[in-house]
């Protein structure tokens, strides 16, 4: 089934408002009310945990498999995923990603991050941000593909070509700027519709 949610950031919702349904690796599954917690502001987003507000117990990235979050008339999905920022990355890291795009081929997913901006002491600023990540359903890793802050960050055609190597037309597009390298659900739905198995 594909779907697209359309989304505004910040979209980490401390959702102890709505009934959330926590599901682990075992299969096993809680529901009730639950608030995402970041301990720390380094590497934030890979460090997450999920807290019952009922039962104050704590749970991490690597206890869980998705949670998902129901309101009044949808319902938001959210997948632990294996992640790399660079395309040649040896080492992975756990994510939670909001489920943007399920297809046959790919899915998209998006995390926010937390970012530092330096300055002098006690002159930078912290903000959020959603960051794209782009999952083959062969693989087993999302790459991110859009990433563009940071040190050493390649840009984002550079991604494109590192990741979409099976689909040749899909880089010229976006080489030749026929699909803009900022519009993430354009890239994900051409491949989807043009390319992969």
């Given at each position: 089934m594909k779907k697209i949610i359309i989304l505004l950031f910040p979209f980490f919702l401390c959702f102890s408002q709505e009934k959330s349904k926590v599901i682990f690796n075992d299969g096993s599954e809680?529901?009730?009310?639950?608030?995402?917690?970041k301990p720390t502001f380094a590497n934030s987003s890979s460090r997450l945990l999920i807290i019952s507000k009922e039962t104050k117990t704590k749970y991490s990235l690597n206890e869980?498999?998705?949670?998902?979050?129901?309101?009044e008339n949808d319902s938001l999905q959210y997948e632990v995923i294996d992640v790399k920022t660079n395309f040649n990355d040896k080492k992975t890291e756990k994510k939670l990603g909001l489920l943007a795009f399920r297809?046959?081929?790919?899915?998209?997913?998006y995390v926010e991050e937390t970012i530092h901006s330096g300055g002098a002491i006690g002159m930078g600023m912290v903000y959020d941000s959603g960051e794209a990540y782009a999952?083959?359903?062969?693989?087993?890793?999302?790459?991110?593909?859009?990433?563009?802050?940071?040190a050493g960050a390649r840009g984002i055609k550079k991604r494109v070509?590192?990741?979409?190597?099976d689909c040749k037309q899909l880089i010229?597009?976006?080489?030749?700027?026929?699909?803009?390298?900022?519009k993430?659900?354009?890239?994900?739905?051409?491949?989807?519709?043009?390319?992969?198995?």
């Open positions: 809680k529901i009730g009310e639950f608030v995402i917690r869980i498999s998705k949670v998902i979050i129901y309101s297809g046959n081929k790919i899915n998209l997913y999952k083959k359903t062969s693989e087993n890793t999302a790459y991110n593909i859009g990433y563009i802050y940071g070509r590192d990741y979409f190597t010229e597009k976006v080489e030749n700027d026929i699909i803009s390298k900022d993430t659900i354009d890239i994900i739905m051409f491949y989807e519709n043009n390319c992969g198995m």
